[in-house]
């Protein structure tokens, strides 16, 4: 009887000791060693976590940041969730003590201040970041490429990024994580796909990117996800816009070596006619498109730039204009001393001409030139010094 009640009372006594060790207002489970403390009004980290607690879970509590040594009495926590608590700040190496650290779920948060070595963990345990819903603003992703760049996480596995309202990826943002398989982009606001976007993440394995804003990928944007080679992709629910420059796209859906898992649920959103349509049965003929794709993009880009310029040329001579009317006066008074040189100097040409063309008045000079003593009119000191005596003397017979 003794030797049968000795186990249950050794059981007794490990159980009142775990429940001892439970905080306050949070749960512990057996079952791997789970600590779950879900709206327990937390301001902090709870102390009196079990030693040998390898999952725990604080999730809807008001805990504002995470400072280094604040989690360094969870040495053997695998797997650390702390989903909508509020975070707006993660500190310097904040999970250095957590060396077995695998996982870490950052899930609906709101997270202004990401430090360059927040996720820096000696020994890169982490496998699995997720920061889905959680980056505050556009600052937010920058300071998140940084701590990327300086985590040493190069045994990272698994990042989801989904639910950020991103618009654009920086270059080359994925090449600290070398070993990157799993990367989850949807539900974001993504416009187009470059050269670099990937850059470094050549073992990628799922990529999804549904729910985004792509109306369409470029040839460059193409080329980026066909040198992923053996990547899944998803890239159902974006707006996409069937026109001809979609032709492209489609081609390389149904001959692309990347395995496009959810080709069956890639429709036309744009225009109302070619709604629902799938991607893969679009071709030239359906479209209504006889030239080359991009032509028509092309000629748009032309008459664009042509309404530009019309604009430009406009809005310079409006101020022509009121450049002239400013100066009016001036103008006026330039425009009549010209208008005055030049007939002074067409009224002397003209005195010429007819002097030369009548004979009689080639008689008058030779008469004078006997005398030895020519008339001269006062007035004619005012001709101009080029021009020739065009009123005759007085004492002149004809």
Known sequence: MSCLSLPLVCALLCASTCVALCPPRCEC??????????????????AAIPRDASRLMITGDTIHRLEHGELNGLKNVTDL????????????????????LRSLVLNNNSLVLIHPEAFSVPGSPLQELSLRSSLYNYSSLTDLVTALRWGDLSNLLLLDLSGNRLVLLP???????????????????????????FSGAEQ??????????????????????????RVRLLLSQNPYVCGCEMQEFARWINSSKVTVGDTDRLYCDFPAEQRNVSLRDLDARA????????????????????????LVLGFV?????????????????????????????????HYRYEIDSDPRLGHVQQTNSKQGRPRTDARLGRIPSDTCITQIPSDVTL
């Not at 079952?31 to 980290?45: N, P």
């Open 287 to 310: 479209l209504g498109c006889f030239g080359k794709p991009g032509e028509e993009v092309a000629d748009l880009s032309l008459q664009t730039s042509y309404v530009f310029l019309g």
């Open 171 to 197: 270059p080359g943002m994925f090449s600290p994580l070398p070993n990157l398989q799993r990367l989850y982009l949807g539900n974001n606001s993504l416009l187009g796909i470059f050269n670099s976007t």
């Open 81 to 100: 969730d702390l989903s909508n608590n509020g975070i707006l700040e993660v500190g310097s190496r904040a999970f250095s003590s957590m060396l077995v």
């Open 317 to 349: 001579g409006m101020v022509f204009l009121f450049v002239v009317y400013l100066n009016r006066r001036g103008i006026k008074k330039w425009i009549t001393d010209i208008y005055e040189a030049c007939r002074d100097v067409l009224e002397g040409y």
């Open 204 to 229: 990628l394995l799922e990529l999804d990117l549904t729910r985004n804003a792509f109306r369409d990928i470029s040839g460059e944007g193409l080329g980026e996800l066909e040198r992923l080679g």
């Open 29 to 46: 489970m057996n079952t791997r060693h789970t600590v779950r403390c879900a709206s327990a009004a937390l301001r902090q980290i709870p």
